[in-house]
Structure formats: structure tokens, C-alpha cells
């Protein structure tokens, strides 16, 4: 009996310091880090490094609108011009039901699947600024729900002529 016991004691006493050595060698970090480092010669950079990642668009309950959506960027090309598009064209927020149109803007020029001038030539080699804006269509009384949507507008670098 007093063999069980002491067995018992030393099986609960040996489970105890492993699960307790276990516990104090367990700690973990998880670090995910991402520089972007532009060209001199090219880039076009939201000046927000979070714009994009979490947007939301807010519903105004009284005059039954979402808010657009602003960012400026820093937009850079020494060896010509700047072009953008939204590749697919055009983008909506959608539910699985209805979409609600979005009307992209670069440089107040509206975007659509192809590409065209949004910065010209003299004013991006020196480098400028230039705000995007996401503008929802007005959302009719019968589309209700959670809208998402994904779009990846593409930036082309256009050299002189």
C-alpha cells in the first residue's frame, strides 16, 4: 500500500514539474514587419501606411448615405508621366446580393479599367502629392446588410516619349 503511495506521489509529482517546465519554456512573439523602400525615380505611396488595410465606409441614418473615403498620396515619376487603373475595372461594395457602385478618383481623374494619365510629366518628376477618393453611390431603402469590397489600383510608371 505504501508502495502505491509513494508511486502515485512521484507519478503526480513528476507530471506536475513537466507540465510546469513545459509552461516556463513557452512563450512565443509573433512579429510580422514590412518596409516598402520607393525608388528615386518612381513611386506612388499612400501617406498613411495603414490606408487600405481596415476602411470603413459609415452610414448616415438620416439622409441614408456612406461616407467616401480620402486619402493623399506621394506620388513620384523622374522619367515621364503617371498612370493608374483599377484592375478589373471599377469596384462595388457587395453582400452576397446587391452591390452599391464605387467611384474611384486619382488626381480628380475618374478610374476605370484602363489605365490613363493621372499625374502629368512636369509636375511628377519634380514630385507632388495627389489624393484618391472612394465615393458610394447612394445605397437604395431595400440594401441593408454588411457590404465588403476589394480593389487594387495599379500605378504605371510612363516614360517620355
Known amino acids: 500500500m505504501l508502495m502505491k503511495i509513494v508511486t502515485a506521489a512521484s507519478l503526480t509529482a513528476a507530471a506536475l514539474s513537466s507540465s510546469l517546465a513545459f509552461a516556463a519554456d513557452d512563450a512565443r512573439s509573433s512579429i510580422h514587419i514590412t518596409a516598402n523602400i520607393p525608388t528615386d525615380q518612381f513611386h506612388v505611396q499612400p501617406t498613411d501606411a495603414n490606408w487600405g488595410k481596415n476602411e470603413t465606409m459609415t452610414y448616415n441614418t438620416v439622409n441614408g448615405t456612406l461616407t467616401s473615403l480620402r486619402q493623399t498620396y ?63 453611390a447612394k445605397p437604395l431603402n431595400t440594401q441593408n446588410g454588411v457590404y465588403t469590397a476589394d480593389m487594387t489600383v495599379i500605378f504605371d510608371a510612363v516614360p517620355r516619349p
Do not use: H
Request: hydrophobic fraction near 40%; avoid cysteine.
Open 74 to 136: 506621394n506620388v513620384k515619376n523622374t522619367v515621364g508621366s503617371v498612370n493608374a487603373y483599377i484592375e478589373n475595372g471599377p469596384a462595388a461594395l457587395y453582400n452576397g446580393r446587391d452591390a452599391i457602385d464605387l467611384t474611384t478618383t486619382f488626381n480628380g481623374v475618374t478610374l476605370t479599367a484602363m489605365s490613363q494619365e493621372v499625374v502629368d510629366d512636369a509636375t511628377s518628376t519634380p514630385g507632388t502629392q495627389a489624393e484618391m477618393v472612394i465615393l458610394p
